[in-house]
């Protein structure tokens, strides 16, 4: 074995290296707290109209799914395999004046984050972003539409297999916090379910 040399020299390093991450995290954390404020600062609205909501700084998103075919039902594993697609709709004041979504560099842009909670495994098919532009309004809706194809867990009832019935649900949330966005159910919208699979 070589000699590493003096305990307390290599200790010494240890502790050093130590607070030279410390550091560097502190300066993490206070650019994260940065971004932080300048996201919240563009969340905040100050719009009565139905695409705000009354509590401060809550963006609402609007949710559109539609399951389109049901692939497979497993009840061994407790999962089915489904192509789901689902339209997402918010408003975001930073766009305010833009009417073409070339105009806007997407991949910098706040989004409401919506992810499929329940999933073993997601495909993404498909994932189109575009403003829809409002008459007599500056800032637009953007419209997400995502096609993904998933196998999802659910807890299935199986006491009176093979005539049972279950529930299979899919659930979509928002990365975000509460605090900060809102789901909604797009009721202006029919939902669809395509039978050709049943």
């Known amino acids: 074995m070589s000699d590493s040399g003096d305990p307390e020299d290599e200790q010494n390093g240890v502790l050093a290296e130590l607070r030279k991450n410390e550091a560097l995290a502190k300066i993490r954390h206070s650019e994260v707290l940065g971004e932080l404020k300048q996201i919240n600062n563009f969340l905040v609205t100050t719009s009565g ?69 329940n999933t073993v495994t ?10 829809i532009p409002r008459v ?15 196998t999802f867990k659910t807890k299935m009832d199986l006491s009176d297999f093979p005539f049972d019935h279950q529930k299979l649900t899919v659930q979509l949330m928002s990365g975000w ?11 202006g919208s029919k939902d669809i379910l395509a039978t050709d699979d049943f």
């Open 136 to 150: 007599g309004e500056e800032v637009p809706i953007v419209h997400i539409f995502r096609k993904v194809r998933a």
């Open 49 to 117: 109209q139905k695409w705000h909501t009354v509590k401060e700084g809550k963006v609402p998103v609007l949710i559109t799914p539609t399951l389109f075919s049901l692939r497979d039902i497993n009840t061994v594993r407790q999962e089915f395999s489904a192509e789901l697609w689902f339209e997402v709709f918010y408003k975001d004041p930073e766009l305010k004046g833009i009417k073409d979504r070339k105009e806007v560099n997407w991949v910098d842009q706040w989004d409401p984050w919506i992810v499929l909670r």
């Open 177 to 187: 916090s509460t605090m900060r966005v809102e789901l909604r159910k797009n009721y």
């Open 122 to 131: 997601v495909d993404n098919l498909m994932y189109k972003v575009n403003l």
